[in-house]
């Protein structure tokens, strides 16, 4: 069976590419078409162009992401595989409507994260099962058990669509896509682990990775985020006021995080990884 390894662009899963070999790498990108949100180096956009097929304006996760992921590249000595499904902004574009992503309805990770990786793998693998490394900690027993248990066998199985039935409407079926492993968990690797082991490394690591306004962050982290990566915090903020009945959170809008707590000064060292969201991959 081949294996791969699931990469988001944080430090753990970055650790497992360094530390344990697979015949294939994937990162799957969060893209936007707005140019408020323009990666400032054209040289680098075009890069990025080149390796996911489609054109790269910006990302809504922190702009160092990128930079992560090619410094990753040369530092495994092994190609990473990139690809990015839609934009999100047609992510949440249904028809006439916009839907924003929320905790009830996390369809984001689904659509920009699971779906792309899904696909690229059917098309690399011929639909042949793998073997599919998830950077869960030696303390996150809980989640790896979730994904477990949502498997047949040992085995993930997920819906998708090739061809079209005879209506002409799109023809689904659930196939075994991937044997999901944790090798941290078996090894005994936590956070400290990872941050001694990046400590003297030539890799450059986001403050945070995945979207900058993710929706699981508590306030106080999101109005931290607003701070160190404005231009993407913006777009967030932008989705809501184009949208008058939308949320992101249902208890405050993004507007008046951004314009919140400006009497405290927030220091990275504030937060941990309980703060700051995550994609479930």
């Not at 054209?42 to 990025?48: F, G, L, M």
Request: aromatic share 14%; proline share 3%.
């Amino acid at each position: 069976m081949k294996t791969v390894n699931s990469l988001s662009g944080g430090k753990t899963s970055s650790y497992i590419a360094a530390n344990y070999p697979a015949d294939a790498n994937v990162f799957s990108l969060v893209r936007t078409d707005d140019k408020d949100c323009l990666f400032e180096d054209k040289k680098i956009r075009q890069i990025v162009s080149d390796k996911i097929g489609k054109e790269f304006i910006g990302t809504l996760e922190q702009d160092t992401i990128i930079y992560t992921m090619l410094d990753l590249e040369q530092f495994i000595g092994q190609e990473i595989d990139w690809i990015s499904g839609e934009t999100f902004d047609d992510v949440i574009k249904r028809g006439d409507k916009v839907y924003l992503p929320n905790k009830i309805q996390r369809f984001c990770t689904i659509e920009m994260k699971i779906k792309p990786i899904f696909y690229w793998w059917a098309d690399k693998f011929n639909q042949e099962p793998v073997e599919m490394r998830i950077g869960f900690r030696a303390n996150e027993q809980r989640r790896a058990k979730a994904m477990l248990e949502r498997c047949i066998d040992g085995v993930e199985h997920m819906k998708g669509t090739w061809e079209k039935s005879k209506n002409g409407r799109n023809k689904w079926e659930t196939i075994p896509y991937r044997v999901p492993t944790f090798p941290l968990i078996n090894d005994g690797i936590y956070k400290d682990n990872i941050e001694k082991y990046w400590k003297d490394k030539n890799v450059r690591f986001a403050y945070a990775n995945n979207c900058v306004g993710c929706f699981h962050r508590n306030t106080i982290m999101l109005k931290h985020m607003s701070n160190k990566s404005p231009k993407q915090f913006d777009w967030f903020v932008k989705q809501e006021e184009q949208n008058n009945n939308a949320r992101f959170k249902t208890e405050i809008t993004y507007k008046q995080i951004k314009s919140s707590f400006n009497q405290f000064q927030l220091f990275d060292d504030d937060f941990t990884d309980c703060d700051s969201g995550y994609c479930g991959l």
